[in-house]
């Protein structure tokens, strides 16, 4: 299946790229800002934004052992619980949050970290689920979003081939008629030559399934080339401004910036066309201004067309190039004067004779 279907709009293959604002921590654990992002996302484009539940305590557990403590990221020397006791969105946003988006003509659906985050979710009424790539091995969790009946948009990060073909398969023999799959390189911030995005046409001929990117790179030109490679969804980190701060505004853009995303995106989406040969309805008038053949000198009747009189040259209203080994040698039928396209009926006789 090459589309899925997220609140009656088409999503894959033979429809408008679905670009996704990801909110995650950006709303700095304020309602007001929270709610700007999503009416700012409809102002620069967005198709969609997507929040993450959970909280710390259903995410890990508050302690100062070594195991619990970030090394090697951009949150290096914090615990997970600090992390997340900033990062989580407060549950009792979402509804309200919904209704915003709702009105403005977006959806809204989110990532759930945990069997209680999905029924929760199922109360707000989200019309899809996310899966984090991290939790792209939580089978349980996977087997409880499928059985929603809702689309699920699976991030890969981190997954090889095999654990995406069992996440795959565990949504679908768990009540999942919709799945779609995100190309994700799960560094925070992503650099480009880790994002192997040629993995996009081969992961969804793998699968037969929709697949997009989910982009932690800085700046817009990877989900412009995802798109040229037949990405179908694009979620991006999106914030008011970095200056903000916050766990994930490094790798978050701007309005401006999203917005000049989606316009690339639609550029590219519209480049992209169709397959098809032979002109376009623009190009039809310059077909022409093609070479053909013309009488480049003045030649008498009988005279003997040779590479000197008779060339290739612009436009297009004489005899076809194709012909002028057929030409040369033989003679003219009447006076020609220069610069008179040629045609048969200029033509006599035979080559060699």
């Known amino acids: 299946m090459k589309a899925i279907e997220i609140r009656g709009r088409r999503v894959g293959s033979e429809a408008p790229v679905y670009v996704v604002a990801e909110i995650s921590a950006n709303h700095g654990q304020d309602f007001a800002r929270a709610a700007k992002l999503v009416e700012t996302a409809k102002v620069v484009g967005a198709d969609a934004v997507k929040l993450q539940t959970y909280t710390p305590d259903t995410m890990t557990i508050d302690s100062t052992q070594r195991w619990f403590r970030i090394e090697g990221t951009i949150w290096h020397g914090r615990s997970l619980y600090e992390?997340?006791?900033?990062?989580?969105?407060?549950?009792?946003?979402?509804?309200?949050?919904?209704?915003?988006?709702?009105?403005?003509?977006?959806?809204?659906?989110?990532?759930?970290?945990?069997?209680?985050?999905?029924?929760?979710?199922?109360?707000?009424?989200?019309?899809?689920?996310?899966?984090?790539?991290?939790?792209?091995?939580?089978?349980?969790?996977?087997?409880?979003?499928?059985?929603?009946?809702?689309?699920?948009?699976?991030?890969?990060?981190?997954?090889?081939?095999?654990?995406?073909?069992?996440?795959?398969?565990?949504?679908?023999?768990?009540?999942?008629?919709?799945?779609?799959?995100?190309?994700?390189?799960?560094?925070?911030?992503?650099?480009?030559?880790?994002?192997?995005?040629?993995?996009?046409p081969s992961l969804g001929a793998a699968f037969d399934l929709p697949v997009g990117l989910s982009d932690h790179t800085l700046g817009i030109s990877i989900p412009v080339a995802a798109v040229a490679l037949g990405a179908t969804i694009i979620e991006k980190h999106f914030t008011l401004s970095r200056a903000d701060g916050g766990p994930d505004a490094a790798f978050s853009l701007e309005p401006d910036e999203f917005k000049a995303m989606v316009d690339a995106v639609r550029t590219t989406e519209l480049a992209l066309g169709t397959v098809r040969f032979g002109p376009d309805r623009e190009e039809a008038a310059s077909t022409a201004y093609r070479r053909s053949l013309f009488v480049v000198e003045d030649v008498k009747a009988g005279e003997t067309f040779t590479a000197t009189n008779v060339r290739a040259i612009r436009p297009a209203h004489g005899l076809h190039t194709r012909y002028l080994d057929q030409v040369i040698g033989r003679q003219a039928a009447v006076d020609i004067e220069r610069g008179t396209p040629l045609s048969w009926d200029l033509v006599s006789g035979r080559k060699g004779l």
């Open 83 to 200: 992390l997340y006791k900033e990062a989580y969105t407060p549950w009792e946003w979402h509804p309200r949050l919904k209704v915003i988006a709702n009105d403005l003509g977006l959806d809204l659906f989110s990532t759930p970290f945990d069997e209680a985050a999905v029924d929760f979710l199922e109360t707000v009424g989200v019309p899809a689920f996310k899966i984090a790539s991290f939790e792209v091995v939580d089978i349980p969790l996977l087997r409880k979003v499928a059985k929603t009946g809702k689309p699920v948009i699976v991030s890969t990060g981190m997954a090889t081939l095999g654990e995406i073909d069992e996440a795959v398969r565990t949504l679908r023999e768990s009540g999942a008629e919709q799945v779609a799959l995100l190309k994700c390189t799960s560094g925070y911030p992503a650099e480009p030559a880790e994002m192997h995005l040629k993995t996009i």
